[in-house]
């Protein structure tokens, strides 16, 4: 089954406990992002990657780190994570960019708390 | 960036038509307009996407008018499945971001 896999999917750490949110796509997509879910504040665009090795800053990625070391996979990576970083998690993929006709597939979120 | 704007919520009954318009005044001439639905502690949906005129598939209808400085969703009888929150985006055609509003909150009632 084509889909984008996250993980864990509930996660409650304390501030400055670094954590790895896991995100795998089985669909050879280039394109993968991470967005942070806010009340009222909608989906933010934090990290993107267009390619392996490739990822770029989206709106929110001051906490976070990214990497892209293989195609399907595309780890969210808080060092030191702070309460401000509760948030629910969504991991997104897609052919390509979004630049051009494409569908973005959505993961499951992840809600994370940071006491 | 083409910032889209859209009513914070909208309530309908079950069997009804249901419009939501999004405005995108500064769209570019190769930017696409996207729809997604996403329900509660669920990841977006893609619904539908267009460039110009109409589109439709068996979800939703997507219309825009010749200026593309707005844009509707139509989904036609809605049910309480329907209740989600509907957001617009328009694609940058020369750029990798793909930015979300706050979206509308639709809410189908019996």
């Known amino acids: 089954e084509a889909q984008v896999t996250q993980n864990p999917r509930y996660l409650i750490t304390v501030t400055g406990k670094k954590l790895t949110v896991t995100c795998s796509q089985n669909m050879n997509h280039e394109y993968m992002s991470w967005y942070r879910q806010d009340p009222g504040l909608g989906l933010r665009q934090i990290y993107y990657?267009?390619?392996?090795?490739?990822?770029d800053k989206g709106d929110v990625p001051e906490g976070y780190k990214v990497s892209r070391k293989e195609k399907r996979n595309f780890p969210l990576i808080l060092e030191s994570p702070s309460p401000n970083q509760t948030s629910l998690y969504f991991c997104?993929?897609?052919?390509?960019?979004?630049?051009?006709?494409?569908?973005?597939?959505f993961g499951p979120g992840t809600r994370l708390t940071v006491l | 960036l083409a910032k889209t704007t859209q009513p914070i919520s909208m309530d309908s009954y079950e069997g009804q038509e249901v419009n939501i318009t999004c405005s995108h005044n500064?769209?570019?001439?190769?930017?696409?307009i996207t729809w997604y639905q996403q329900f509660p502690s669920q990841g977006p949906r893609f619904i539908i996407q267009?460039?110009?005129t109409k589109v439709t598939n068996e979800v939703a209808s997507l219309f825009i008018p010749a200026d593309r400085k707005s844009s509707t969703l139509s989904l036609p009888r809605v049910s309480l499945s329907d209740t989600a929150v509907y957001y617009c985006l328009v694609d940058k055609s020369s750029g990798d971001k793909l930015t979300f509003g706050t979206g509308t909150r639709l809410a189908v009632r019996p």
């Open positions: 500064n769209i570019a001439t190769n930017d696409y």
């Open positions: 990657s267009m390619n392996v090795e490739v990822t």
């Open positions: 997104a993929s897609s052919f390509f960019a979004p630049s051009s006709y494409n569908e973005q597939f």
């Open positions: 267009g460039y110009k």
